[in-house]
């Protein structure tokens, strides 16, 4: 007699792994963010605080229960989160030196304002 049962598997317990919720989300902010960053700073600080804010809570998610997600998305995760800080501190940056060059340029064109001769005409 041949033996036709069909082999059974040998882990039984094992879990499939999924990825990170928003992994993917939280890299493509990230790099945005960095790339953005130029755009008088306020689409980059938006987009870093959001990649950030996801980065946090898929970084949670992980810390709660490692084995039910992949570690790529856990990486992918992790790259986007130091891309959306960088982002966000060069976008800050970007955005205080604009605020300074305004307010000093405002305060040069003031002063050409009020030492022209208006009663003259």
Partial sequence: MENTSTPQPQNVNQTVQQPLPNATAVLVLGILS?????????FGITMGIIALV??????????????????????????????????????SIYLAVILIYVLIVGAAIGTLFTQFPWESF
């Fill in 34 to 42: 960095i790339a953005v960053c130029w755009c008088y700073g306020l």
């Fill in 54 to 91: 996801l980065s946090g809570k898929a970084k949670t998610l992980y810390n709660e229960n490692p084995e039910q997600y992949t570690q790529a998305s856990y990486k992918n995760m992790n790259a986007g989160r130091i891309c959306a800080i960088i982002g966000t501190i060069l976008s």
